[in-house]
């Protein structure tokens, strides 16, 4: 028992590397897998330890509650591969849900600590990327309920990764122009989505390299 206990709490300590590393990996890597069909499961391991990993952040050490339940449902639905409209709806909605909450316990957190470390440093990186694959099962919701949402190119293979290239696009505001909201809706939501990443950027990361300045002033 105390084993198990132990490798519960490695598990947790390392908890941003691994949610951070997982994630780069399920954003990088879809474009290179979709010529060997196998490799589906590598995306999938990968996005089911995101969700692991979101769902420790929001949770930590408590016992089951109401997210780990929606873990298991959006896993169920996932790794069943349902190709209802309606459930899929359901399942874009419910993993948004668990991105935003475990991007904004992250934010929450951030802003609490004195000291900025390489914990800090990953759990910033963790939350910004996943305010962005928030925003991609957002835009992936909006693009099923009304189809003619959005202009997108018949270069893209994946319909997923569609979504997630489309909002970390607007994002970081580069808007590139390749991939377009139609629809007063999806312009509303583009708008949001590049709110959320630039205040990120410009007030937690300047609330991050505050106390990191002020920790070594006190130290030096």
Wanted: aromatic share 14%; with cysteine; net charge positive.
């Amino acid at each position: 028992m105390k084993s198990l206990k132990k490798i519960w709490n490695a598990i947790f300590e390392k908890r941003y590397l691994s949610l951070t590393s997982a994630l780069f990996f399920f954003l990088i890597l879809p474009p290179f897998l979709g010529q060997l069909p196998i490799l589906k499961y590598v995306i999938l391991i990968l996005y089911s330890i995101i969700m692991l990993y979101c769902i420790l952040i929001i949770t930590g050490h408590t016992k089951a509650n109401v997210f780990h339940i929606v873990f298991l449902v959006a896993m169920i639905m996932t790794w069943a591969d349902l190709n209802n409209l309606v459930l899929q709806q359901v399942h874009y909605m419910l993993v948004m849900v668990v991105y935003g909450t475990a991007a904004m316990k992250i934010i929450t957190q951030l802003i609490k600590i004195e000291k900025v470390d390489e914990k800090a440093l990953l759990a910033a990186i963790g939350g910004y990327l996943l305010i962005g694959l928030s925003g991609s099962y957002l835009v992936a919701f909006i693009a099923t309920i009304d189809g003619d949402a959005f202009n997108i190119p018949d270069v893209y293979s994946s319909r997923v990764y569609n979504y997630v290239y489309f909002s970390f696009v607007t994002l970081t505001t580069l808007g590139y122009g390749d991939f377009t909201p139609k629809t007063p809706q999806a312009q509303s939501i583009s708008i949001l989505i590049s709110l959320v990443g630039q205040i990120y950027l410009t007030i937690l990361m300047a609330i991050l390299v505050g106390k990191y300045m002020l920790y070594y002033v006190k130290k030096t």
